[in-house]
């Protein structure tokens, strides 16, 4: 799987806080293939933080929305992984969301790269 992330500036658009922000990502399943994906921003863990709201196409190993995600692919299908974040409670202004995609067997990169809980 591997996904896009186009940039996008949300401090033009004039909207009454607080507010929910999506953002979409295509993910591209190979058939029995497993990659987990981790909210890896400072916020994560915070009531500001980004989550995995929604993903279609692949299955997801937990219920949604969650801060890290398990996803699969059984027939190598087209997917997408929904972000989400509710901007206006405290000082919440990271977009877009940090990820950091990895293979299960890639836990030794994890640490190194400090992890996420």
């Known amino acids: 799987m591997y996904s896009h992330r186009p940039g996008l500036d949300v401090r033009s658009h004039a909207v009454q806080e607080p507010y929910r ?7 591209h399943g ?5 990659r987990d994906i981790e909210i890896s921003d400072e916020y994560h863990d ?11 196409g692949l299955d997801a190993d937990r219920p ?8 699969s692919s059984r ?9 989400a974040i509710t901007f206006g409670q405290g000082n919440c202004t990271n977009y877009p969301p940090s990820y950091l ?3 299960p067997d890639e836990a030794p990169l994890k640490a190194q790269l400090g992890g996420v809980p």
Not at 64 to 71: E, F, G, I, M, N
């Open 21 to 27: 922000l999506t953002y979409s990502v295509a993910a």
């Open 30 to 34: 190979v058939a029995g293939q497993s």
């Open 46 to 56: 915070q009531a500001c933080g980004w989550q995995i709201a929604q993903v279609t």
């Open 64 to 71: 949604l929305p969650a801060h890290s995600v398990r996803l």
């Open 75 to 83: 027939d190598g299908a087209p997917g997408k992984v929904v972000f």
């Open 101 to 103: 995609e990895t293979t």
